[in-house]
């Protein structure tokens, strides 16, 4: 494993000051006295020259890259990159000089958990772990909840959602009153299917702070309810309370994604452009932008945004979704290479303990071989039981010729006792493709005209599907029509 702490390349040196000559201070002399005097006079001239504000108290300085993402890790609150590169650099360098201090190797395996994410590199996963693991060698465990707050969102950004639920519950169990602890316990729940257990870690949480960070968080939660309302009125409360650029660009990508969802797309692209300009880093909102834009049919400007996104460390979800979109668009050789991207960058994160079995059932049931797919998602169902799982191994039934098991995971994914309640596009078109391969075309009616009416745009490549199917169900007969209603579909 590479050592986090390696030592700078390069050091700093001063050079032997020269001797000056009479001649030269004199000369510097001079102008300081002149810069001391056009000092004098600015100050002396009116307040409101060519409407200049007035003088009032200064204004506090910025704080350091890396005081700025201490303090952003500290509150449970994204924070920018460079923010997050310069909090790494100055943990390293106390490190190195205090090999001991348990707390600063916690912050430090946090730091490297939240760059691992904003950059998708799972080689910051490895780091995180040994820095985690590090903190609770030198300090135990029952005093040590920075570090088991760490080790879950390490685990809940590697998709091993049990694991992050045992260090989480382990975090919350040690210190009930500290908030953010929940977070990561809420999104290990979510990734599991637990909805329930959730949305009480959530009330509990929302007793204990409402800072924009845990109305993001709760918009999370709502939205997997259902509550589309609430959760976009959460994060515009949240992206309005935000206390950095960097943390309001989250909350706007967050929102995007959500407009998106509901097929919102000029208000979607709005959002991710708004938290483009705020954090250029932030490759979430560019392959949002990505999305919206195909949605808008502005497919050059899609194929653009999406190759930026992917960059030189392609993550395979996107790279699905832009190979998808070539395939859309009849480009095959173009869609093979995202493929075999996809296929390369799943071999990476798994190296680095990252799961990306549900995006790579996914493709498998789609564009390789749905017996694989299946096997795949099996294992992974019985690993993290959660809703995307039991969409993609419903679907992936459904390719390998299994309809009757099929209909019961995308039951799973779509009924709000089951699945939480998620309001989903895909998931929608899935269940009714199901049914209608089973002879049941009120159902399969029902949910695919839901997939439409959730989102029209929801693929470039299945939302065409989803009309087609429609279309080959026909209208619905008279004993199809609730009595009493007239026009009914």
Known sequence: MENPLRSPDTSVTSE???RRSRRVRRVLLALLVAAGVLGAVWLMLPAQRDGARAPGPPRPPAPAPGAAGLAAVGAGAPASLPALTALIAERERHLRARPKDAGAWAVLGVAYVERGRRTVDPADYPRAEEALRTSLRLLPQEKNTEALNGLAMLE???RDFAAARSWGEAAVKQEPERWTAYP?????YTGLGDHKAAQRTLDKLLTLNRSPAVRAEAAAVYWDRGWREDAAAELSDAAAGAASPAERAAYLEQAGRIALERGDREDALRRFDAALRLDPD???ARAGRGRALAALGRTAEALTAYRQALGDRPYPEYALELGELYESLGSRP??????????ARALQNEEAGVDDEVVLGRFEADHGDPGS???RLRAEWERRPGTAVADALGWALHRDGQDVEALRFATRATEAAEGGGVRNALYAFHRGVIEQGLGLPGAARRHLENALRTNPYFSPLWAPEAQAALRALGEPPPEEVP?????AR
């Not at 009595?483 to 026009?487: M, N, Q």
């Open 483 to 487: 009595a009493g209603v007239v026009g």
């Open 282 to 284: 932030r490759l979430a």
């Open 16 to 18: 032997p000051r020269r």
């Open 334 to 343: 173009e869609a093979r290479e995202l493929y075999g991207l996809l296929r």
């Open 184 to 188: 990561p316990l809420i999104d290990a």
């Open 156 to 158: 809940n950004g590697r």
């Open 373 to 375: 797919a299946v096997r």
